[in-house]
């Protein structure tokens, strides 16, 4: 019998996750993969938090846990913990019961629930990102339903914030529009506003009542502190405006592979967020009916645990450390190496990410010739660097600036 | 029974906005005060409203998860032990798009059988789902992206989120026949009047065994004949077998309809659960499979579902898998669960026969044959809405308005109870 497939054409490798396909096949004993955003040691290993084993064994002992479906919304506890890791303990929103908060698979699940929820409920359906941004952001937007425009971030020159070329696009975008803001440690190019920048796009956006849509992936990973790196959607918050909020536990608790994180709605009111919880609920029942009990679960454990939250502030600060650590390392090195260009933008930029400004060509020079794994927009993965592995990484950075143009 | 989201576009408050001043928010409305509160969803509201009742006869026999002779919720001995074998053991790295490859490898071997050609001709694509709703989303994004053109048709009656799930893939839904109220069994000659004049190449989803609400299935000669129709009128089968081992205690007959398409040639595609069978409830588990031309085909087909995943959650969840594949790889572990499934389903067939015993003998004038020929986890009890309505508001038994009794729910303990109840309201009918 013919298959009534048979039109389907073979979709492209995932050009992130296309980098570990080809490392992994690389028998290469020099390789040095810097693709994937996933914490390692400085061994390379990957790394469960203490803490998080900790709440695994709890869970596993404990006899009286089932494995009942959790609600649509997910776990309560775990939903108020989140909303208050965000948006900070004392936040008005929540003492006012004006967040809606609903547990989804990680950063992924958590924007695309919220997106499915603005093309059906929202006045506007378009959201703009910002250039460059994280590959699958355009693809979750649109296959929400949502159209995607782009306002200008990066700029290339400085290898820092196209401010002036951010303000102005923005204030171009029609009344209501949605905007998405990387809360911090930008992905990919670990590029931040400062508070000051991050105070005239509040008002912008404000003034030109555009819908903020904040991704949170990386709470307490960018600066070690979880306080500090919630700042941009805390002043946000602040103002009594509305707003969306993705947040991921994938790498700060790294959790990864369980997909963990929440979707929050700030409203104006209680009773508006109580009607917002219950219409998310229709999104999410025929997408996945609830979601998964395990990495909420461990979450909850943490940060319903004060000696656990405080041995996780500790553990987070301590990838952190290690994440600038590395970023001072390669750009000492490569000053004392005497690489051609101004790498001052690797100890500038935050996060896990550095868009070294290497392009395709170098890139793939760089793999071919030095077996180094990295997306061909120039990114690199810190965390995939250790105090061994530097030296390699100059020498092939200096290769590609000096030999391929 | 579909649930349609009320929206009501929020235009109101644009022209307000740009003569308000930047600082001082809080007079400016909100962006979400035309949204209407939605309605709870039928079959998850009545656990909701039962949680709420304080009376010590409450009974749930509403949502269809297992309980013990004890009314408590179960986690098998085989979780149990994979569990505490996986605890402290895994990094918990990404998963591929597709999920876990073992997870996958397993679950098709108890669909497609041990020894499946299929399997070894590597031409079935598949991939980890979020339990039997994200499989059977996943397919319906994926019948949306590359046969736009078609609709589903959808048996009446079915659990209602297969209305919801079609109807956000934007994929047109038909219905049909099915359940017979008069027979309280098969209407197997309208299902098949139904199949006929379909238009050549429709798509059907068909519940594999233990048809959810109604508990009917076909005979396995039904089962044949629908078959060979689907084959006369090319049409596509998609089968939800969310209860495989759960029906009749027998992973390998309850996959019998399966086994029959695959012989006579069919190309189908299925989406399988854990939830029940695993007692995985919360873990969302699952795994959708379509079997296609070739490996090359498969190979592609996989990739387009891995592109219809990767925006909606990247990677699937870790623990549920790794569960499923520590037991389904241990032969020992193996064994455990399929005895443990069958004390499942051996409990819910019990069940059966005392609650079809118990309204015989207070002499109720209906027949109640249909409690023991029905399969599976529920049983469609023939009542109206306003019976059940009666049974909780004057009992406190909790169950769908359709009349459907989650077999799992009822005990040694609650069945004299139960009986009496439905015997009260259905007496006079």
Request: hydrophobic fraction near 40%; proline fraction near 5%.
């Amino acid at each position: 019998m013919d298959s009534v497939f048979s039109n389907v054409d073979r979709a492209p490798e995932d050009p992130i996750l296309g980098v570990t396909v080809a490392y992994n096949n690389d028998t290469s004993p020099a390789k040095l993969n810097l693709g994937v955003g996933a914490y390692r040691t400085e061994e390379g290993k990957p790394l469960v938090l203490d803490v998080v084993r900790r709440a695994e064994q709890q869970l596993v002992n404990d006899p009286s846990r089932v494995k009942e479906y959790i609600p649509i919304a997910g776990l309560a506890d775990f939903n108020k913990l989140s909303a208050k890791l965000i948006l900070g303990a004392d936040s008005p929103a929540i003492q006012e019961s004006r967040v809606a908060t609903i547990q989804c698979l990680s950063g992924t699940g958590s924007l695309r629930v919220g997106a499915e929820f603005l093309k059906k409920h929202y006045h506007q359906s378009v959201i703009f990102i910002p250039k460059p941004t994280w590959g699958n952001h355009p693809k979750v937007f649109n296959l929400a339903g949502l159209s995607v425009e782009y306002y200008r971030y990066y700029d290339p020159a400085t290898r820092g914030l196209d401010f002036q070329g951010l303000l102005e696009d923005l204030g171009a975008a029609p009344s209501g529009a949605i905007v998405l803001l990387h809360a911090c440690a930008h992905n990919p190019t670990g590029v931040d506003p400062t508070p000051e920048q991050w105070e005239q796009i509040r008002q912008l956006i404000r003034s030109k009542s555009l819908l903020p849509f904040f991704d949170s992936a990386y709470q307490g990973f960018a600066s070690g502190s979880l306080d500090t790196d919630a700042h941009s959607v805390r002043t946000f918050v602040a103002d009594g405006g509305e707003c969306l909020i993705a947040q991921s536990y994938a790498k700060n608790m790294g959790l990864y592979g369980e997909r963990v994180g929440a979707l929050s709605i700030v409203c104006k009111s209680a009773d508006v967020a109580s009607k917002v919880e219950s219409q998310v609920k229709l999104v999410v029942r025929p997408m996945y009916s609830s979601p998964p009990i395990h990495g909420a679960s461990i979450v909850a454990t943490i940060l319903k645990s004060s000696d656990m939250y405080n041995d996780w502030t500790i553990e987070l600060k301590g990838m952190a450390d290690r994440i600038i650590s590395m970023r001072k390392q390669l750009f000492e090195a490569l000053q004392a190496k005497g690489t051609p260009g101004d790498w001052s933008h690797i100890i500038k930029q935050i996060g896990m990410f550095t868009f070294t400004g290497l392009n395709k060509e170098q890139v793939a020079f760089m793999t071919k010739e030095y077996h180094i794994y990295m997306t061909s927009d120039g990114r690199i993965s810190m965390a995939g660097l250790s105090t061994r592995t530097v030296p390699h990484l100059v020498e092939a950075i200096h290769a590609a600036v000096t030999r391929v143009a | 029974m579909s649930m349609m989201a009320m929206t009501i576009r929020n235009s109101a408050s644009r022209g307000t906005m740009m003569s308000r001043q930047i600082y001082g928010l809080r007079s400016m409305s909100s962006w979400w005060k035309n949204v209407e509160p939605a309605p709870k969803d039928p079959i998850l509201g009545v656990t909701e409203a039962f949680l709420a009742d304080p009376s010590p006869d409450k009974v749930n026999v509403g949502v269809g998860a297992y309980r013990d002779d004890n009314g408590k919720p179960v986690v098998l001995d085989c979780v149990r032990e994979a569990e505490r074998r996986i605890a402290g053991t895994s990094f918990m790295e990404y998963l591929p798009m597709g999920g876990s490859v073992k997870m996958v490898d397993e679950t098709l071997k108890l669909a497609y059988g041990d020894n499946s050609e299929f399997i070894k001709d590597k031409r079935i694509a598949a991939v980890q789902s979020l339990s039997g709703t994200g499989a059977c989303r996943l397919f319906a994004d994926f019948q949306k992206r590359f046969r736009p053109d078609s609709q589903i048709y959808i048996p009446v009656p079915t659990w209602s989120n297969h209305h919801n799930i079609w109807r956000d893939a934007q994929v047109t839904q038909k219905t049909y026949h099915y359940y017979h109220p008069e027979t309280k069994g098969l209407d197997f000659s309208g299902l098949m009047d139904d199949v006929k004049n379909a238009p050549e190449g429709s798509f059907f989803l068909l519940h594999a065994c233990a048809h959810n609400p109604t508990g009917v299935d076909p005979t396995e000669e039904q089962w044949r004949e629908i078959s060979q129709l689907f084959k006369a009128k090319k049409h596509f089968a998609f089968f939800d077998m969310a209860y495989q081992g759960f029906a009749s205690g027998d992973p390998e007959r309850d996959a019998k309809s399966i086994r029959i398409f695959l012989e006579d040639g069919h190309h189908i595609g299925i989406s399988q659960s854990y939830a029940k069978n695993m007692g995985l409830y919360g873990q969302r588990v699952g795994c959708l499979s379509v079997l296609c031309e070739d490996e090359k085909q498969a190979v592609t087909v996989k990739s387009q579902l891995q592109q219809l995943a990767r925006p909606m959650y990247s990677n699937p969840p870790l623990h549920g898998a790794q569960i499923v594949s520590t037991i389904l790889g241990d032969p020992e572990l193996k064994s455990l669960w399929l005895k443990e499934v069958k004390v499942m389903a051996d409990r819910i067939i019990g069940m059966r026969t005392s609650l079809r015993e118990s309204l015989e003998k207070l002499g109720s004038p209906l027949s109640w044959e249909h409690v023991t020929k029905q399969i599976g986890m529920f049983c469609y009890s023939g009542m109206t809405p306003e019976q059940v309505d009666r049974l909780t508001s004057e009992y406190h038994i909790y169950m769908t308005r359709n009349g459907r009794i989650s077999m799992a729910g009822v005990t040694t303990g609650n069945v004299g109870y139960l009986a009496n109840a439905i015997h009260e309201v259905t007496k006079s009918s």
